[in-house]
């Protein structure tokens, strides 16, 4: 618990960037209140970590973008490998999010071609 301590008074100071290891240091010590997994515009998922002391972080890269995945069962999978004995999730969907499905036009004057009769 003092680990978690520590990395939770570094992520202050640090503008709450949490990245990988710092989520799985938080989770194996039970620091972790809720997730909250986003639907971003482009029908991706972001992670929205609730730490017990209040404060809240999104996921990042090691880059420091965002982390996001494009499938929940991925993103669940990353969940279930954090091994925390039990963790409260939420997910927001947002209806005006392209889920990347490419949208097939049908033209509506389909033309019929007839065999010639002899």
Known sequence: ????????SSLQESSMAL???HLRVL??????????????AEGKYQLLVHCADGNESLLLT????????????????HIRSLRANTLRVEITFHPWAVHGQRQRVVSREAKETKAPVD
Request: aromatic residues 2%; positive net charge.
């Open 1 to 8: 618990m003092i680990r978690a301590l520590a990395l939770r």
């Open 62 to 77: 090691s880059r420091g973008s965002p982390r996001q995945w494009t499938q929940l069962n991925t993103l669940a999978d």
């Open 27 to 40: 989770a194996a010590n039970g620091a972790i209140r809720r997730l909250t997994l986003s639907e971003t």
């Open 19 to 21: 990245r990988a290891e």
